[in-house]
């Protein structure tokens, strides 16, 4: 056959994918012919890379012909070198395809010389990188073919121990004793298992190697390092061998090496060759030494083990071991410190220096600390003293000084957080909460922000007595502040959920009687108009008679030549992009009005304003030229809208914040019908929201004098802030007053405020869930309704909170609002904060805001603060420190709620109990000791079920706190435990805290 024939034949044999005929075509080749093909292959290849059909090409790769590819080239091209690079190229070996067929190649390269195979398995075995190369069947094929030795490479170690397993390979004897030091052999091999007998390769190790071989390997390897996974096989193979003590005996020293620092089941290994052995006395202390410092539980206790057995027969060597039970003594497991102590006290008589045991004391509980200073100490009176409580201290007064009072600031006061001081700098200090006068708000401040509800409450008081007395001042002051660009956006609201928006409504009322147009939905149809004035209806009446496409057109080109004034050329691209860049958003502002309670118009930078409104200005049909220009914010040009309602829906606002809205919808109509009174009387006297009553009198006497009634949801405020108990003399006076506000504010005094509700937690399980300790239980918050007040806002205040937990962005001003009854803000806070179905809106801050109160405590209470302590952990101590100094701290039922925090949701108490020490530390041991005493009886696992760390760790706390707190008396399930059989860590630490709690004085 001529050579174009056999180009032709095998160029059919590639497109036609027929591997088993190329493969036979290709052994037969003379040497002319593979010339000739081998001048072919690269076009071939070409070909094919981009030839769907028949090469399958994706993305440069050839996947469909790549087998038949690599034959041609490897059979046809002249060297071993070039026939390597033609198999290895990265097109003919894509990631995802299929392997090609050893055999096949393996065959097609039978036409080639012996040398010339080997030299090519050869170069072939050196180019193994990983164990997933394509290529790496068909490098162990030409190994195995040519029987040639194979390279010293460990990648091919690990790829041949990888790949498919062969009765009879022989590539055993050349590669196997290599796995030692091979990277990555032991990885490849980490699957071996010794159970029910030795898989392929452990048996075939141990059946083909030297025990000595094997032995000796595996030490060196152990030796050289790495993890668990990489060790595995080693020391299974280890294991099998089984070496005796007489084969041991030469390594003791490198088992002891592996003692420290090994991984854990190396360790336990070489701890099993040495334990027998006949040791040196310096050698049995640098084992024991080692396993003590170890971090694995059962690794430490067999070390003690061994301690206390050979110190059993060599008691005077207990100098020696020192540094073993220092390093126990700081373990994190409670059994391996108990057993420290224990040896420790067992042999203390032969302890000549007591130094390092006492400095590493420290280290250990309080208790187990004790008993070795009373043994070795023999003037000792103590352990360590807990700090005391900071004194509780009245708020400074509230920043309200007529009409001349400062800027506003949106943070709010400094309402006195207490400062934890460092637990080695001696006894809880704390400078109290301010007592001076805080930087209060006047009316030129604004827009308001959400949050510092002082400072809200502050520039109301301001605004409303100004408007009183110089009303025509203050509108140049508002006027400053509250400007027009307020308007769309803050009367485009369906309803106003933030105190923000009802306080810039009352401001512009305030500048602008009667321009609130209602919202959309309740204004008439009407001709619109453009709200900027005299330039925006010329600018429209120009547009008169254009298409919108036009004027918008036109708009586009107008903004950018008034943006390229000045030093700006007209074909600055920068300043171009710019401009589509604030059309296209101020399109989308005008699109989609929901935006614009996201991102408030006053807040955007004006640029963008200014392009909002001009867009809104062309996008609105004008009116018929015939028609007067009609302005929405003009109460003389506009028709009269429907009767409105900006408060939000009752259904879907918690108590306190509507009640909050309702006061601020209350005074805002009071302004735009005039009836706006001298002074508020719910303004506080001090920054805790505290109303002082005899200033309560005098703002009524101020009302009476100038002929106007208070506001009725500013009265039921004021009785909310003043102290609850029966005033007699008060009533007297406040009756004396003669209006009908005063005669309520006599009642209330007379008869004293109402008791707080007694609030309950019920825990329900969520559908689907069963079992009384699931970890998806909810909690609802209820209390017994009370009498009534006949103050409907009031009562409605203090009957009962929301059965979900809805929208409650006013949450700050809440215990201001309540500042006698902090368990009443406490319980609408609490609404869903356990709850599978609804985001918990609280922050750490809501709960110090409510330690600020004053009144009792609760379940509410509890629940808020065992829930922070779970969730932020020292950050709750503060807010915990003040409850115990004011004597509020619900301590019993917050560590039962923290027990069932943890039994039945997820909020695990185990991040609380540092926390708790902390607090402890500062003073708060005796409240701490309560919190921990009704937590473990809920806390501690019942009958069946198993005990984890925090359960020991939570007792091992509680001894500590009860000795600093000189506690007594049992705990039924502590005591429970203490019976049981066995020596568990949380048997033992039930044991010791029972001792504790029952021991005669």
């Not at 590639?14 to 591997?19: I, L, Q, R, T």
């Not at 869930?769 to 006949?790: A, C, F, M, N, R």
């Not at 997820?906 to 500062?922: D, K, T």
Request: glycine share 8%.
């Amino acid at each position: 056959m001529t050579l174009d024939g056999i180009r032709t034949e095998i160029r059919a044999f590639v497109f036609d994918h027929d591997a088993e005929g190329l493969a036979g075509r290709l052994a037969r080749l003379t040497d002319a012919e593979r010339a000739a093909v081998a001048a072919d292959a690269p076009g071939l290849l070409a070909e094919l890379r981009t030839d769907w059909d028949a090469g399958w090409g994706v993305g440069g790769l050839v996947v469909g012909a790549a087998e038949v590819l690599m034959m041609v080239g490897a059979a046809t091209l002249p060297g071993p070198a070039g026939a390597a690079t033609w198999l290895t190229r990265r097109d003919l070996n894509p990631r995802w395809s299929d392997a090609p067929s050893p055999h096949r190649l393996v065959r097609a390269l039978s036409g080639r010389p012996a040398a010339w195979r080997a030299d090519l398995a050869v170069r072939l075995a050196r180019r193994v990188r990983r164990t997933d190369d394509r290529f790496v069947p068909l490098a162990l094929a030409l190994l195995r073919d040519a029987g040639v030795t194979p390279p010293d490479h460990e990648p091919l170690v690990a790829a041949w121990l990888s790949a498919t397993v062969l009765a009879e390979d022989p590539l055993t004897p050349h590669l196997l004793p290599k796995i030692f030091e091979a990277t990555g052999a032991g990885r490849a091999l980490s699957g071996e298992t010794l159970t029910p007998k030795p898989s392929h390769w452990l048996a075939l190790t141990a059946r083909t190697l030297p025990r000595e071989q094997i032995i000796a390997g595996c030490v060196s390897r152990f030796l050289r390092g790495g993890d668990g996974r990489d060790l595995r096989f080693f020391v299974r193979l280890h294991t099998l061998v089984a070496p005796s003590p007489q084969e041991s005996a030469g390594r003791l020293h490198d088992y002891l090496r592996l003692l420290p620092v090994a991984p854990g089941q190396v360790a336990e290994l070489a701890w099993r060759q040495v334990r027998g052995a006949r040791l040196d006395p310096a050698d049995v202390a640098e084992a024991i030494e080692a396993m003590t410092f170890r971090q694995e539980t059962g690794l430490a206790v067999k070390g003690l083990t061994w301690l206390d057995r050979h110190l059993g027969r060599h008691p005077e060597r207990v100098p020696d071991h020192v540094t073993a039970l220092t390093h126990a003594y700081g373990h994190a497991s409670h059994e391996v410190r108990d057993r420290a102590v224990t040896l420790t006290l067992k042999h203390a008589a032969h302890l000549t220096d007591t130094a390092p045991i006492l400095e590493a004391a420290d280290l250990l509980p309080s208790a187990s600390a004790r008993q070795l200073f009373e043994r070795f100490t023999e003037d000792w009176s103590g352990d360590f003293t807990p700090g005391r409580l900071p004194e509780a201290t009245v708020p400074g007064p509230f920043p309200v000084s007529g009409s001349e009072i400062g800027p506003y600031s949106d943070s709010g006061p400094d309402i006195g957080p207490y400062s934890v001081s460092n637990p080695a700098s001696g006894p809880f200090t704390s400078p109290g909460p301010a007592s001076g006068p805080f930087p209060g708000s006047g009316p030129a401040s604004g827009p308001l922000e959400v949050g510092g509800w002082v400072g809200v409450e502050a520039w109301l008081a301001a605004v409303t007595r100004q408007a009183h007395a110089d009303r025509d001042a203050l509108k140049q002051t508002l006027a400053r502040r509250f400007g027009e660009e307020l308007r769309p956006v803050l009367y485009d609201m369906p309803v106003w959920r933030s105190p923000r928006d009802w306080c810039t409504a009352l401001a512009r009322e305030l500048v602008n009687p009667g321009e609130d147009p209602g919202p959309p939905d309740a204004r008439p149809p009407r001709r619109r108009t453009s709200s900027r004035g005299t330039t925006s209806g010329e600018r429209r009446a120009s547009s008169w008679g254009t298409t919108s496409e036009e004027r918008q057109a036109s708009s586009w080109a107008t903004s950018s030549r008034e943006r390229r004034s000045g030093a700006e050329e007209p074909g600055d691209l920068g300043q171009a992009l710019y401009d589509s860049m604030m059309n296209v958003a101020a399109t989308a502002y005008q699109l989609f009005p929901g935006l614009r309670t996201i991102f408030p118009l006053h807040e955007m930078p004006d640029s963008f304003q200014e392009e909002f409104l001009r867009t809104t200005d062309l996008r609105t049909d004008p009116p018929e030229p015939e028609a007067p220009p009609e302005d929405l914010y003009d109460p003389r040009t506009r028709p009269a809208p429907a009767p409105w309602n900006r408060l939000p829906s009752p259904r879907r606002c918690a108590g306190p914040d509507l009640f909050l809205l309702s006061r601020l919808d209350e005074l805002l109509r009071a302004a735009k019908a005039g009836t706006l009174p001298p002074v508020l009387l719910a303004t506080p006297t001090r920054a805790d929201g505290h109303l002082d009553p005899e200033t309560l009198l005098d703002r009524l006497i101020e009302c009476a004098a100038a002929g106007r009634e208070p506001l009725p949801l500013d009265l039921q405020q004021a009785l909310l802030r003043v102290p609850p108990g029966p005033s007699p003399g008060l009533a007297e006076r406040a009756r004396a007053i003669g209006t009908a506000a005063a005669a309520t504010i006599a009642h209330w005094f007379g008869r004293g405020a109402l008791p707080s509700p007694r609030v309950e937690l019920t825990w329900t399980i969520r559908p689907g869930s069963y079992g009384d300790h699931v970890l998806d239980q909810d909690v609802k918050v209820s209390w017994e309704p009370i009498p009534p007040t006949g103050l409907a806002h009031l009562d409605t205040l203090l009957t009962g909170p929301e059965t979900i937990s809805f929208r409650r962005g006013s949450r700050e001003f809440w215990p201001g609002m309540t500042p006698h009854r902090r368990e009443l803000a406490a319980a609408h806070l609490a609404v869903g904060l356990i709850d599978g179905f609804h985001q918990p809106q609280l922050t750490i801050d809501d709960l110090s805001a409510l330690t600020q109160a004053g009144g009792t405590s609760g379940p509410a209470t509890a629940l808020i603060l065992a829930y922070f302590l779970t969730l932020e952990g020292d950050e709750a101590v503060p807010p915990l420190l003040r409850l115990a100094a004011k004597g509020a701290l619900p301590a019993a039922e917050t560590g039962r709620l923290l027990g069932l925090l943890d039994r039945r949701t997820r909020h695990p108490a185990g991040p609380a109990l540092p926390s708790l020490e902390l607090a402890a530390r500062q003073g708060a041991h005796e409240e701490v000791w309560t919190i921990l005493r009704h937590f473990l009886a809920a806390f501690l696992p019942e009958e069946g079920e198993r005990a984890q760390r925090p359960h020991t760790d939570a007792v091992v706390l509680a001894t500590t706190i009860a000795t600093w707190a000189g506690a007594r008396g049992e705990i039924p399930e502590v005591a429970a435990y203490a019976k049981r059989r066995g020596s568990t860590s949380l048997t033992r630490a039930c044991r010791g805290l029972h001792q504790l709690l029952t021991r005669q004085t």
